[in-house]
């Protein structure tokens, strides 16, 4: 059997292309198909005798699943390969969408697409985007916002989901789209593994123990160096430990991290509002008399424009001009500012150009979720803090589309489901204020360490450490 290459570093290229490109399909598959059931909940809501608050369970259970069961997902990619993991999603997501075609009630429903057909999704995307950030580094942002840009197929899956409905009404629609997502089966067997040098520290901390990137050599005096080696001997065998259990478990060390619980907090509550108005946006232009014709094209102008967005939010934040946490929060306070005034359109223009604001903020700050949480926490706990990210999301999205609806029940109108939108959009923003100001500690802390240690440098002495390099260590914060 061949032995397995193992990479000092991510490649930032290689398979990793191909990788993008699989990730890229099975993103238009998940939540091309997702986005697009807004064209169905009137079908639903009038077929069924629903509730809008009722039939919004549907897609809000199928995607707190989708995003919940990453937690459970990253541990069977890690125990049995993300390829054979991803492949049975992509049946088992088939299999969902087909068996919905039998539905009687609203609670089949409920099993069937928001059960079933959300843990296949889970399976197919938590492992698959874990794996693109192994590949990639200094293009991970870029990449990231590339392959996610995929969930823009809505600006072609809505119209055509509208005429499959229109022709073969919605159980037909269903069973083709099932047919559609056996694509995922073909992105999964894409997905080659990658072994990378931070996933096999050693124990002994020799000069030739790898070194990430980013670290660097300790070099002090001998009181340093004392005090330093120990602390590098310490993170060895803290980093070896995790290498060896913790990757195949839930990491519950995350939950002790100020900045991941920070992060994780916020993306909760932006989660809450995340698919608000691409469930309602419909429904409610229907309602503010735009022919149910022209409705779904709102949805297909906010997919164009998140495609856009995504591609873009990635390249820029590599550019590092601000960092990837301050783009984030811009995005986020945009998307409040356009939920806020979500009132004022009345007109089919109008609802056009918030489609635009609605595609351009979403696919803003979406992309840079899994490059903040692997800043966050490092390449090494990336898999798991990203499982425990899509945690948070999947309870915010489980609770927003319904108590939206709820809202549009008591009031019959939609714009207070955009308020309460906009306004956890805004409740989102204090958490990550508190994440940058520690962020700035850290990086100070981190700058005035190495000036201490540089200042102890004596040039007339050799290397008295034995250029010992340091293990990346995540501290307290």
Known sequence: MREKRVHDRPPDGGWGWIILISNFVMCACVFGVQKSFGVFFVEFREYFGETAGGTAWINSIMSAVAHGGGALAVPLSVRFGTRPVVMVGGVLSCLGLVLSTFADSILYLYFSLGVLTGLSYAMVFAPSVAMLGRYFDKRRALVNGIALSGSGATFALAPICQFLEQEYGWRGALLLLGGVTLNLCVSGALLRPIVLAADMVSRDPSPRTPVEPGEQLSIGTSEDCRHQNDLERNNINEQESFSRTN???????????????????????????YLIPYVHVVPCARTRGIDETKAPFLLSVAGITEVLARVFSGWFSDLKIISKLHVYMIFIALNALACFLFPLATSYPALLAYSVAMGTCTGGFRALIMPLVA????????????GLTLVCEGIGILLGPPVAGWLYDATENYNSSFFVAGGCFVASLVPLCGLSYLNRTHKRDSINFAETLQDNVNPSTADPCGSVPLVEHETSF
Not at 375 to 386: I, Q, S, Y
């Open 375 to 386: 800043d966050t926490v490092g390449v090494v706990r990336m898999p798991n803090a990203f």
């Open 247 to 273: 990757r195949k478990h839930f990491d519950v060390t995350l939950l002790k991290k100020r900045r991941f619980l920070l992060f994780a907090t916020a993306d909760l509550l932006s989660s809450f509002s």
